[in-house]
């Protein structure tokens, strides 16, 4: 069956350290995106990517990057960690095309910034 | 920028009866309305998508409304049961752009 996976599920990690959550998606999917998800505020759009070498920044982008070299993976870097970058990270993908709009998502990332 | 709304954030009710989850939107120029369910721990899953020409959508014991217009969708969940209990969110998503707008949520609790 088609999934999408996160890795690693829980992470810590200090302050200035740079952290690449994985983002893996067998749908083949042309839409893929990163949420944060933080008490109060729902999910929040941190990047997204409509295809191979396309990427875009959502709502809550500073002190995060992404790439897509492929259709599967969308990694996502936070360069220089931060306390206020500790929250919980969801990875979603997409097809493109009327009626196909519906999101899939992966279990999350939790992260913790020490 | 589209802006959603859910309330109440939680709400309680016994096994067996109705629950209504509200949800609202400032701008109506929308593409489609999406709701979901997250477990705790857990990622979301698709429950209902309703496009900007649909007045509702059904599955199984799920029913969801919308009326552009107003800026407003209901979700309703006949029956209650205990499995029901999680955290619904709503989304919406714009003409030409397949992201989404998330609402915060509502966690329901459904008492045995």
């Known amino acids: 069956d088609a999934e999408i996976t996160q890795s690693p599920r829980h992470k810590i990690t200090e302050t200035g350290r740079q952290v690449t959550l994985a983002c893996h998606q067998t749908?083949?999917?042309?839409?893929m995106f990163w949420y944060r998800q933080d008490l109060g505020h729902g999910l929040r759009l941190i990047h997204y990517?409509?295809?191979?070498?396309?990427?875009n920044k959502g709502e809550v982008s500073d002190g995060y990057s992404v790439s897509r070299s492929n259709t599967e993976d969308l990694p996502l870097t936070l360069e220089s960690a931060a306390s206020s970058q500790t929250s919980v990270y969801f990875c979603?993908?997409?097809?493109?095309?009327?009626?196909?709009?519906?999101?899939?998502f992966g279990p999350g990332t939790r992260l913790l910034v020490l | 920028k589209q802006e959603v709304t859910q309330i109440p954030a939680a709400l309680s009710v016994p096994e067996g009866e109705n629950l209504v989850l509200n949800c609202s939107f400032t701008d109506s120029a929308i593409y489609n309305l999406q709701w979901f369910r997250q477990d705790p721990g857990k990622g979301l899953t698709s429950l209902l998508l309703?496009?900007?020409?649909?007045r509702e959508q059904t599955s199984g014991r799920l029913n969801a409304s919308l009326d552009k217009s107003s800026g407003r969708s209901t979700l309703y969940i006949a029956a209650s049961q205990p499995g029901d209990s999680a955290t619904y969110l709503c989304?919406?998503?714009?003409?030409?752009?397949?992201?989404?707008?998330f609402g915060a949520g509502t966690t329901v609790t459904v008492r045995a």
């Open positions: 309703i496009q900007s020409s649909q």
């Open positions: 989304a919406v998503g714009a003409f030409g752009d397949y992201k989404l707008s």
């Open positions: 979603a993908s997409s097809e493109t095309g009327q009626g196909q709009e519906t999101q899939y």
């Open positions: 749908w083949n999917h042309n839409n």
């Open positions: 990517s409509y295809g191979v070498h396309d990427t």
